[in-house]
């Protein structure tokens, strides 16, 4: 494939509601679509600094917490810190990010309206550690589904990702066999010909289809990237085929309907109008009630 001037079509969140029809369609073909100006102003810089203090919090050394996840550093070999799990739960701007209408309009309108948020977590890449990510898709869909809805990532970028650091995707893998995934993935090195670069400025968002081949070159002397992944699915296969129970489903929805409202009262969604969420049929909402937490560990809640 020719990936050096693909037509690629990109949504602006300041412009449109959501994205559009051409957009979704690339979205469902590619798997995977970039947003500009998802988080802008306010938001951003309080985002940004929420973010700063778990990072700070994270490098300064936790034990004894799951949730504060570290790997090796590649020149320093010294505990680094990579990722750090259930952010919704550690700060309240995340929550009322979590009830952006438009990233909530777009993920409807590729998913139905009765889609849940899953995972909520901080992916860092160190500063200076050279970490390579290298290609994989970040799970599979669950056994049996046939279901052909996306289930995907919604990636904000707290940091610039210039072209020596940026992530990498190959259009349309979503769509491959696991085998030629595979076998894609054992590719010595981290070889880009049949991939393209993703570019971001603070603020903006990739969708990434879970399917996609994804990951990220070494990058010497790289700075400092912090994205936030949030992954929804749609209700049917999760209630389906997993792998959280029906229980875990329910507790989301409710997590899901108060962000929603937090957003209300926060002083940058002032101007917006805020996103409606309607499940229908046997995911309608029938009592809706304050969640009792953030944060529902998901191996609380795996399916047997
Ligand atoms: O941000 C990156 O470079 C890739 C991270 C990633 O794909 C992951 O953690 O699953
Ligand atoms: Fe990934």
């Given at each position: 494939?020719?990936t ?32 500009r ?34 790997g ?35 993920v ?15 992916v ?5 550690e050279?970490?390579?990510v290298?290609?994989?898709?970040d ?5 049996g ?12 970028y ?23 995934s ?39 002397g ?13 209700g ?8 959280h ?16 409202e937090?957003?209300?009262h926060t002083?940058y ?13 046997g995911f309608?909402i029938r ?18």
């Amino acid at each position: 494939m020719n990936t050096s001037n693909m037509e690629m079509p990109i949504a602006d969140a300041q412009l449109q509601d959501s994205i559009n029809e051409e957009q979704a369609k690339f979205f469902l073909d590619n798997g995977f679509l970039v947003i500009r100006h998802v988080l802008v102003n306010e938001e951003l810089r309080i985002v940004q600094f929420e973010m700063a203090k778990l990072y700070d919090k994270g490098v300064a050394g936790v034990s004894g917490d799951p949730d504060y996840m570290y790997g090796t550093g590649v020149k320093s070999g010294q505990p680094i810190l990579k990722r750090v799990e259930y952010v919704i739960d550690k700060s309240d701007p995340m929550k009322a990010l979590l009830g952006h209408p438009f990233i909530l309009r777009s993920v409807e309108k590729l998913q139905g309206p009765n889609f849940i948020p899953t995972w909520d977590s901080m992916v860092l890449k160190a500063p200076d550690e050279g970490v390579i990510v290298p290609w994989h898709r970040d799970a599979a869909v669950p056994d049996g589904c046939e279901d052909k809805r996306p289930i995907f990532n919604v990636d904000f970028y707290l940091d610039e990702a210039d072209l020596q650091t940026c992530l990498w995707v190959i259009p349309g893998s979503s769509s491959w066999s696991p085998e030629a995934s595979d076998e894609r993935c054992r590719r010595p090195g981290f070889s880009t010909e049949d991939a393209i670069p993703v570019p971001m400025q603070p603020g903006d968002v990739i969708f990434h289809n879970i399917l996609v081949l994804h990951g990220s070159p070494d990058g010497d002397g790289n700075p400092l990237r912090r994205t936030v992944y949030y992954e929804f699915r749609p209700g049917e296969i999760e209630a389906g085929f997993g792998p959280h129970t029906l229980e875990y489903l329910a507790l989301k929805q409710n997590v899901l309907y108060d962000c929603i409202e937090r957003r209300k009262h926060t002083a940058y969604a002032a101007g917006e109008k805020p996103f409606d969420y309607k499940p229908t049929g046997g995911f309608a909402i029938r009592q809706k009630t304050t969640p009792l937490q953030y944060r529902y560990p998901h191996e609380t809640y795996w399916r047997r």
